[in-house]
């Protein structure tokens, strides 16, 4: 299995305040995704990265912002947690022109 | 806007039963589609196919693609309670950046 890490596992916030996720790899993909999971919508892309510093919008981009400052590393950033936002969470990583593999997941609860 | 529809949304069959999961898909300029199987955590890799009409195979699983029907079918026989899950179906299209768009999911029960 590739070696992907999410963290947290769980969090419950606040409404308002800022949250990052963090999604740590280690099979050197050029690749990485964050989506989210929710009853009757699958997984859905929020923002991906094809390299460091090199990062697009996916089709729930709104509110959400990322960061890859390391091949290993990718950050989720909800600004201003909005109640909406509660989901699951799981990052992806590719090295190209195969499958994707898929972090644990990040359960997060906004109240 | 490139989209993926999967069918039926939900299927409950009893163990030995042979199922049969649709996925049809509308992307620009398709390069491949996957099919991952998801219990309580990750999803988890099952095929990739390219071409249209090579059946991909895994003990009880199965899969194939129709690229000019624009849909894909996974199989499996002889199902076992280990089999419940959602199974996801991904196209991934050549414009743009390497991604994966998904649909919705089949989520299957398998009854003892």
């Given amino acids: 299995d590739a070696g992907i890490t999410q963290s947290p596992r769980h969090k419950v916030t606040e409404t308002g ?4 996720l963090r999604c740590h790899q280690t099979e050197n993909h050029r690749y990485m995704y964050w989506y989210r999971q929710d009853p009757g919508h699958g997984l859905r892309l929020i923002h991906y990265s094809y390299g460091v510093k090199d ?7 709104d509110g959400y912002s990322v960061s890859r400052s390391k091949t290993e590393d990718f950050l989720l950033t909800l600004e ?10 799981f990052c992806a990583t590719a090295a190209g022109e195969s ?13 | 806007e490139d989209k993926v529809v999967q069918s039926p949304l939900s299927l409950v069959v009893h163990e030995g039963d042979t199922v049969t999961l649709n996925c049809s898909y509308e992307v620009t300029n398709f390069r491949s589609l996957l099919w991952y199987k998801q219990e309580k955590k990750a ?7 390219t071409s ?12 194939i693609l129709d690229k000019k029907e624009l ?8 199902t076992q309670t280990g089999d419940s899950a959602v199974y996801l179906c991904a196209v991934t299209p050549t414009s743009g950046t390497y991604k994966y768009i998904f649909g ?8 003892a």
């Fill in chain 1, 17 to 20: 305040t800022p949250v990052t």
């Fill in chain 1, 55 to 61: 990062t697009d919008k996916g089709e729930v981009s």
């Fill in chain 1, 80 to 89: 201003s947690a909005t109640s909406s936002q509660t989901s699951v969470y």
């Fill in chain 1, 99 to 111: 499958e994707a593999f898929f972090g644990q997941g990040t359960r997060l609860t906004v109240v």
């Fill in chain 2, 43 to 49: 999803p988890t890799f099952l095929f990739m196919l």
């Fill in chain 2, 52 to 63: 249209s009409g090579i059946e991909k195979k895994s003990g009880r699983l199965s899969s």
């Fill in chain 2, 71 to 78: 849909f894909s079918i996974l199989n499996i026989t002889a």
């Fill in chain 2, 104 to 111: 919705t999911g089949t989520r299957l029960k398998v009854l």
